[in-house]
């Protein structure tokens, strides 16, 4: 079979540029005599790929100098429990807004460190919408408040950056991160697992406002200790070299295309065209999201009769769309639509979409 469109929410689609270059490198990488996963992290080939794909990654998100790049493992679900250990006193308080299946994870990784704390929740709204800003109930003495900016499961996405006030912002980016241009000095820490818009998975990227890695935290293991991951250049132990690299390429890549600035007008469009395909088909689709946050990344849909669910799956496979089966906690199907993803793939998917309709409706 040919690459399909892959619809994937993660690992996802990359950059079909990205893939080649990786190809072409693998066996040898430049004049090493080897392949970039066979070296040592510490040898000079390997620390200038990882110098260059933080330097890309700072160029890429406008990341200012006052904020630390941390490149860990455990993907994103470890960050939030390395969180609260690097950044709350024992029992502190936390708040947390839940507004999805990611949101809770957080908290539940937390809950061991810290005194969570729900701010706001659209659990009983079955996460349609995101808790308005005014909603919120802060705890009085938060170490942070956390956020998911993009729901991957549930598809809803925060539009505007909550003020939260001197209390740092932590946000969970893993599935919007460089979708857009980002203002990051309005977070105090922000985290992704890099396997939807950065690369593949296996590594993390963390940024943080560094007078944040002052705090105390809580008693924990060097290896889970933020300060000491940023001391040792993000080399404590053996770094995910493979990881590493392909990050670098997926995000020169982004550099190479026009940025974030490119990004969000392509994912607009994107967006766009799917939402269409969707509110007009009278019904035949739906799309529960309040409107004002739909996720422009992940985009979960139903179709009016269940019992069409296999026969959409199967046809969209045969005719070169894969991954669209929605993430059992909700069902349906999802699209996810990531940087990697081309305009020319999200116009197939409607294409067969609305044949498929033609044909079933
Ligand atoms: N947060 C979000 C928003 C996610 O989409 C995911 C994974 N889909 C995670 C956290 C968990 O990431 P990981 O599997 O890297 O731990």
């Excluded at 938060?142 to 003020?163: C, M, Q, W």
């Excluded at 404590?236 to 974030?260: K, S």
């Excluded at 994912?267 to 999201?289: C, E, H």
């Amino acid at each position: 079979m040919p690459r399909a469109w892959n619809f994937s929410a993660g690992p996802a689609t990359l950059p079909e540029p990205v893939l080649r270059r990786a190809q072409s490198e693998m066996l040898e990488w430049r004049d090493a005599g080897a392949s970039i996963v066979e070296i040592s992290h510490r040898g000079p080939e390997f620390m200038e790929v990882a110098a260059a794909a933080e330097s890309a990654l700072r160029k890429l998100l406008s990341i200012p100098d006052d904020y630390a790049v941390l490149f860990t493992q455990g993907g994103a679900t470890t960050q939030q429990a390395l969180i609260p250990l690097n950044f709350a006193a024992p029992g502190q308080p936390a708040d947390y807004v839940i507004s999805g299946h990611w949101g809770k994870t957080a908290m539940k990784q937390a809950a061991p460190y810290v005194a969570t704390h729900v701010a706001a929740s659209s659990e009983a709204d079955r996460y349609r919408t995101i808790p308005a800003r005014d909603t919120w109930q802060l705890a009085s003495d938060a170490a942070y408040v956390h956020i998911t900016a993009n729901e991957t499961i549930h598809g809803s996405e925060f539009r505007d950056i909550p003020d939260v006030g001197d209390v740092p912002l932590v946000a969970d980016f893993s599935s919007s991160i460089a979708s857009e241009p980002l203002d990051v000095s309005k977070f105090g820490i922000l985290y992704a697992g890099a396997q939807k818009n950065l690369g593949p998975v296996g590594i993390s990227v963390v940024i943080v406002r560094r007078d944040l890695l002052e705090r105390d935290g809580q008693p924990r293991a060097d290896i889970f200790d933020y300060r000491s991951q940023l001391k040792a250049e993000s080399m404590l132990n053996t770094p995910p070299t493979w990881n590493w690299y392909m990050l670098g390429l997926t995000v020169q890549w982004m550099l190479d295309e026009g940025g974030v600035e490119e990004f969000a007008k392509r994912n607009a469009r994107k967006a766009a065209l799917l939402y269409g395909a969707i509110d007009d088909s009278g019904g035949f689709y739906r799309n529960d999201i309040d409107p004002a946050v739909r996720s422009r990344m992940n985009v979960p849909f139903f179709l009016h009769d269940e019992a069409l669910e296999k026969a959409f799956l199967s046809e969209s496979k045969a005719a070169g769309l894969i991954a669209l089966k929605g993430h059992r906690v909700v069902g349906g199907m999802r699209a996810s639509i990531y940087n990697a993803m081309p305009e020319e793939g999200v116009q197939a998917l409607v294409a067969f979409m609305d044949d498929f309709r033609k044909r079933h409706g």
